[in-house]
Structures are given as structure tokens and as C-alpha cells.
């Protein structure tokens, strides 16, 4: 092993140097070409990018090559048309095709093979054979991994179109009005071929006539070509229309908008093969003055098919105002320590569609032959059935889950620092949830039955502060640090009137670590048999091992065993509440130099 002198029987492989090359070669190529006149404008681009595997020894023969490669294709074109002083057009064209070759086991598992492959099990590829030790601990070969696994090739191709028309009515009806109208259909096309077939391997043998020369002594038959075929596609349609206004009268900012829009969205893998549609009013007023006051109003009026007729619409709106304190004139002589400060808070209403992982989810779902079997005629003539099961209950009560959300903050600019403070909480309503509340003895145990039923509280708080600082006029340093903190609480949620405290979800925190509660070793046989019984994993308990705590049921009695029913809610949550970053930035001249923390 150490020198070298036997490499295929004694091998020392570095898999990385071996397997690897020690560059690839990536080419791309942009072609660009904008003008036009008064009347019409155009951009076209045009590029090619292709990206080529760093995995040697890879082509099996002629047709097949097992590297990975990609390749893409990108044009782009916008045409700007002028058609009066007031009427424009907009025509957008884009499209990219993708070409793309990965190993069969995926990128990052064969990074993995070449990271995992020990040195002394195979020596790998021997004369473009592939070859296996016997009797070793680990023959862990990366290119049979690569090789055996054949290549995967993805065709994609994206299609996204654009028209938009725009009127100014400045002229017409009034300063600052304006209307628009634009549509788009987006296409996309994706497939995927597998190509595979099981390589010939062989098992090095010593010569018995000449112990220096090595036989490779084949292990099996090259299998044929195979492999398998899918695609995907989908299509998006979207138009919307609006009008605006935008002016200023003295010391007086006033915009408006008012715009409609729907969209569908097409693939063969909806539920019932029914489209996604969505449809909505939105709406935005916003006024200034003096850039001292700030207000705006925004609504949202939208419908989704989720819900059932009655419950597919909701209103959304949301009030926000400002106060730009250091614009007063009573501030005056204060900028010159305190340059910005600026007072703000908003309150508005969000609302969420996607309420559980099944399309049209106040609808029943009936399995006609699920009960059990029951016996019906008689003697020779009797025959076995079975009858209907509700899966899930009709709910077309189902509607949008809404939050409910308030923010403060102010920012505050002292010379050279930053500084932006927000507070925010929202209440979030109507959460989806599957009923826990109903006793089995109601003969729904094995039905669904979903609602808008829980409510969660959420709060915190985000902080930012900038510094910065010319040194020199060439020499410029800047610092930023940044602070989260986010909690939750569920403040409603539907559950069995016998859930334990512990298990009960109301006042406890979301995404939390569920656990039991050490309560020291079993001492000896007798500790065990006057300690609860444990179940958890169904294994023996012997003197030594943990001992776990009865937790009380809801009339605070225990049922002396330890199982699931005896978990609590642990520590934090596996999402943090407390997120904190900070970081300098250098800039010399045309040099920067930044990281963040």
C-alpha cells in the first residue's frame, strides 16, 4: 500500500485527484442590439451558456456519456411603440431552453461516493474497466456509482409573453390620470429521459504462471440500454387592467390607483384537472404634504376557487400613516445633530387561500367500497359487501384564513448612524385545521372533518443599525448590524376534551421540541417495579436507565405508565426566536472588501 508497487491488489487511491478533473471548460456568449425612432424602440438579446462536468472516464461509448453538462439558450426581445403622443404599446418576448446532463445518483451523491470511498478498498478503473477487490472491508467504488447509474437528460423550455397598452389622459380628461391594460401568458415544458444500463465488472486475479501479472476476470455481463420517460408542463394566462393618478398640487402629493386582475393556470397534475384561478380588485390611495404627512389606504378585494360559492371572496384592507418629525420647522435647529426622524405605524388584514394540502377541501370525499363487509340474502344466495365511507365531511363553510397585522417603528438618523426600530404583532385567524373536538363514539373516527378553527399570535420586534464614515475622500468604512426577535403563541385550537395539559396546544409555542421529563436512573429491580411502567420503545427498563415523569391528565390523576401521553412541550423552538447579524464594510478607492456575520 505505502509504495505504490502493487496499486490494483494493494491500491492507495486518491479519488479526488483520480476521479476528478482538474478544470472544466464553461463558455458563454451575449449578443445584444437595441435602437429605433421616435415612434419605435427595440432591445434584442440573444445568449448561449454551456457548462461542462468535472468527472473523468465518463463516456461509455459513442451515444452515451454519463458527465454532466448544461447547456442553455436565452433570447429576449422588447419592442416600445409610440403609437400617439398618449397611446404606447409595450411587446415583451422571452424565452430560455435548457439542455442538462447529471449523473443518474445526482451531483451531490457522488460527491458524497468520492468523500466516503476509502483509499484501500478498490483501485477503481483499470484500463476502463471497472474493478472490485474481494475480501475487503469496503470496496466502495465512485465510478461504478457513476457509471452504474446511468445519466439523466432534462429538456426545458420557458416562454414568457407580454403585451401591455398604456393611454395617458393628461390631455384629455385630467392632469395626471392615466389607464393601462396588459396580459401575459407564461409557458413552461420540462423532460426528462433516463438512460441506464449495468456495467461489466471485474475481480483482479493473480496469474498462477507469473504472480506479477494480473488477470481481470470478468464479474457479469454488460447489461442493454434502459431507463424511463416523464414530463411536466404547465401554462399560466394573466390579465389585468387599471387607472391611475398621480399628482401634486403645491405642497400636496395624491396618488390613486384602482386595478383589476385574474389569472388561470393550467397543468395536468391539478386535482380534477381543474385550473387554478384567482380574481381581485386592488386598490391604493396615498397623500402627502409638505413630504412631512404621510397616509395610505390599500385594499384587496380576491376570490379564489378554494372555497366554495359564498366564501371565494375576501376584503383585505389596510391604513398606514407617517409623521416626518425632523421636516418640522420647530426641528430646525436639532438636524444638525439628528438629520431624520420619522414616526410610522400601519395596520391592515392579509389573507391565505392555501389552507391545507388538498384542492376544494370543503368538498366531501365519499370512498364507495371502504366499510366493512357485511353478509346480505340467504343460504347459497347470501353474498359478502361493502358499503360507502365518508373520507372527509362537506364543509362549505370553509373560507380565507386572515391576519390581522400592526406595526410601529420610527427611523433615526444621528450624524453618521442608522438607526430603524419596528415593532410588530399579528393575530392570525381562521387557520385551517382538522377538528379534534368530536369523541369517537360519534362514528367519525375515521373521517376528516376540517374548519377555520385555530388562531395564532404572533410578536416582536426587528432592529437595524448602519454606520459609516468617510476616512479619507478615498478611504470610506461602513458597519451594519441587524436584530430579530419573533415569538408565537396559539391562542385557540381545536382539540379532544381529554388531551392532557401538557399535550394541549393552546398557550403553547409553534414548530417546539416534544420530549419527557428525565426524573432521574432506576436504582434496582425494586425502583422499577414502583416507578410507572414505561412503554416508549418497547424494550426491558434494567437498573441504570433513565426514568421518565408521569405527567397528570386533564382531572390531574396519573395512569402510572409512561407512553406518548406524557410528553411536554421543550426548550425553544427549532426555528429561532433571536436572529442577530453584524458585519463591517471597507471600501478603498475602487477596492471593497465586505462580509457579515
Do not use: C
Request: aromatic letters at 14%; zero cysteines.
Amino acid at each position: 500500500y505505502r509504495d505504490g508497487t502493487d496499486p490494483i491488489m494493494h491500491p492507495n487511491t486518491d479519488w479526488v485527484g483520480t476521479f476528478l478533473r482538474k478544470a472544466s471548460l464553461r463558455t458563454q456568449h451575449n449578443f445584444n442590439i437595441s435602437g429605433g425612432t421616435d415612434r419605435v424602440k427595440y432591445f434584442i438579446s440573444a445568449g448561449f451558456f454551456n457548462q461542462g462536468g468535472m468527472y473523468k472516464y465518463t463516456k461509455i461509448d459513442r451515444d452515451h456519456d454519463v458527465n454532466a453538462s448544461d447547456t442553455r439558450y436565452n433570447f429576449r426581445s422588447n419592442l416600445d411603440f409610440n403609437i400617439t403622443q398618449d397611446f404606447k404599446a409595450v411587446v415583451q418576448l422571452s424565452t430560455q431552453i435548457n439542455d442538462i446532463r447529471t449523473p443518474g445518483l445526482g451531483n451531490s451523491n457522488l460527491w458524497k461516493e468520492i468523500s466516503w470511498a476509502t483509499p484501500l478498498g478498490t483501485p477503481g478503473m483499470v484500463d476502463g474497466k471497472l474493478v472490485r477487490l474481494e475480501n475487503t472491508i469496503d470496496d466502495e467504488n465512485p465510478w461504478q456509482a457513476l457509471l452504474n447509474n446511468g445519466y439523466k437528460n432534462t429538456f426545458a423550455n420557458t416562454i414568457n409573453t407580454t403585451l401591455r397598452f398604456e393611454y395617458d389622459l393628461s390631455r384629455l380628461l385630467l392632469k395626471g390620470l392615466s389607464v393601462h391594460a396588459s396580459t401575459s401568458y407564461d409557458s413552461y415544458y420540462n423532460s426528462r429521459r433516463l438512460s441506464v444500463k449495468t456495467m461489466q465488472t471485474f475481480v483482479p486475479k493473480r496469474d498462477p504462471n507469473d504472480p506479477t501479472h494480473i488477470i481481470l476476470v470478468p464479474q457479469n455481463e454488460a447489461g442493454t440500454w434502459g431507463g424511463g420517460f416523464e414530463y411536466d408542463k404547465n401554462r399560466k394566462v394573466y390579465f389585468e387592467t387599471g387607472i391611475h393618478f398621480d399628482r401634486t398640487f403645491g405642497k400636496h402629493q395624491t396618488t390613486a390607483l384602482l386595478l383589476y386582475n385574474q389569472s388561470k393556470y393550467y397543468a395536468p397534475n391539478l386535482a380534477y384537472h381543474v385550473p387554478n384561478a384567482y380574481q381581485g380588485i386592488v386598490g391604493r390611495v396615498t397623500y402627502g404634504y409638505a413630504n412631512r404627512y404621510l397616509a395610505e389606504f390599500n385594499m384587496g378585494y380576491n376570490g379564489t376557487e378554494n372555497f366554495a360559492a359564498g366564501r371565494r371572496f375576501g376584503f383585505f384592507p389596510a391604513v398606514s400613516a407617517g409623521w416626518v418629525v425632523s421636516e418640522e420647522p420647530f426641528f430646525e435647529s436639532l438636524k444638525k445633530t439628528v438629520q431624520q426622524l420619522k414616526l410610522r405605524a400601519s395596520y391592515g388584514l392579509v389573507g391565505n387561500d392555501q389552507v391545507g394540502q388538498e384542492r376544494f377541501a370543503y368538498q366531501a370525499i365519499v370512498d364507495l367500497e371502504k366499510s366493512p363487509e357485511f353478509s346480505t340474502g340467504y343460504g347459497s344466495q347470501s353474498r359478502n359487501l361493502k358499503g360507502p365511507v365518508f373520507k372527509r365531511f362537506e364543509n362549505t363553510n370553509l373560507t380565507w384564513e386572515v391576519g390581522r397585522k400592526l406595526n410601529v417603528g420610527f427611523d433615526l438618523t444621528v450624524k453618521d448612524v442608522k438607526l430603524t426600530v419596528d415593532v410588530f404583532r399579528e393575530i392570525r385567524s381562521n387557520i385551517f385545521q382538522k377538528k379534534g373536538s368530536i369523541p369517537n363514539y360519534f362514528g367519525t373516527a375515521k373521517t376528516d372533518i376540517y374548519g377555520n378553527l385555530a388562531k395564532v399570535k404572533n410578536w416582536g420586534v426587528d432592529l437595524a443599525v448602519d454606520y459609516g464614515k468617510n476616512i479619507t475622500k478615498d478611504l470610506a468604512v461602513e458597519f451594519r448590524g441587524t436584530f430579530t426577535f419573533a415569538r408565537n403563541k396559539v391562542l385557540e385550537y381545536d382539540e379532544a376534551a381529554d388531551t392532557r395539559p401538557a399535550l394541549r396546544m393552546v398557550g403553547k409555542r409553534l414548530n417546539s421540541y416534544w420530549g419527557y421529563v428525565a426524573n432521574g436512573l432506576y436504582i434496582d429491580e425494586a425502583d422499577i417495579a414502583n416507578s410507572p411502567k414505561s412503554t416508549l420503545g418497547n424494550i426491558a427498563i434494567a437498573p441504570g436507565d433513565v426514568k421518565y415523569a408521569d405527567q397528570p391528565d386533564q382531572n390531574g390523576e396519573y395512569d402510572g405508565k409512561i407512553d406518548a401521553n406524557d410528553r411536554v412541550q421543550l426548550g425553544y423552538p427549532h426555528i429561532p426566536e433571536i436572529v442577530y447579524g453584524f458585519g463591517p464594510s471597507i471600501s478603498y478607492k475602487k477596492w471593497d472588501l465586505s462580509f457579515f456575520f
